[in-house]
């Protein structure tokens, strides 16, 4: 495959004993179903079938398409379609396939915009097990003050509870990418967050200056007072930063603020 191809599709493609590894951390058994996103070659697909689940692999690249028909074409438990999973229709195979788990070698160029639209969706699945860069999974499950923790972060565990299975160095990956990569588990909240419509975008403009005092971040929307405010109503100090704050509190705050 020509590097300009697997730059378009953002694709390295793994090793056998690695995705054979990654594979087996995925605790279903023959009675759940799965999907996994950007199968590429099938590296993964072919250990996940042998757990004896029905599988429906989402794959961009045409060229995978056609060689992974080939490689599946006698196994009843697979299916496949070629489509970009941002705009594959989510909603719709969770209504026809109960309590799946979700999974993949994510391509680093969309991994966070893939498990973001999963995350609304997360409480109908057992949850998401699968790869992107390490840096990308250190922000995922990152805790408030942490250097990770961010706007994304908030976001996830707002949802899910997450953490970090095997880190996977380059060596693993045709070609090499440049960056170490991570495996992470990500599992739905019996309570998730309860929040009104705007929340994400007010956490959003919190970490856009990560540096400064939450009300400096927040100066475009919100007068300093009103924040100041605000935040002493919450215990917390005129020198209060996003990263210091849970989820929770990013709602109290907010919810204060409007």
Request: proline share 6%; with cysteine; hydrophobic share 40%.
């Amino acid at each position: 495959m020509d590097r300009a191809r697997r730059r378009k599709f953002g694709q390295n493609f793994l090793d056998d004993n690695t995705a054979k590894l990654i594979a087996e951390d995925l605790e279903a058994t023959n009675e759940t179903p799965i999907l996994e996103i950007g199968p590429g070659h099938g590296a993964m697909t072919i250990h996940l079938l042998q757990k004896g689940a029905p599988l429906t692999a989402i794959e961009i690249d045409e060229q995978c398409v056609e060689i992974l028909k080939k490689k599946f074409e006698k196994n009843p438990l697979f299916e496949i379609e070629n489509i970009d999973f941002l705009k594959f229709d989510l909603d719709l195979w969770l209504k026809n396939h109960n309590t799946p788990w979700i999974t993949g070698n994510l391509p680093y160029n969309v991994s966070t915009g893939i498990i973001s639209s999963i995350l609304p969706k997360l409480h109908k699945t057992l949850g998401f097990m699968g790869m992107v860069q390490l840096e990308v999974a250190e922000r995922l499950c990152a805790k408030p003050g942490s250097s990770a923790y961010g706007s994304l972060s908030v976001y996830l565990s707002s949802f899910a509870n997450a953490k970090i299975l095997r880190k996977i160095s380059p060596e693993h990956f045709t070609p090499k990418p440049n960056v170490d990569s991570a495996t992470v588990l990500i599992t739905p909240k019996s309570n998730p967050l309860n929040y009104p419509e705007g929340f994400f975008e007010f956490v959003r403009l919190s970490f856009s200056q990560k540096r400064k005092r939450l009300a400096n971040s927040l100066a475009s929307s919100y007068s300093k007072q009103k924040v100041f405010e605000c935040l002493s109503s919450l215990s917390l100090s005129e020198n209060t930063r996003a990263e210091e704050l849970s989820p929770e509190t990013f709602l109290e705050l907010f919810l204060r603020l409007k």
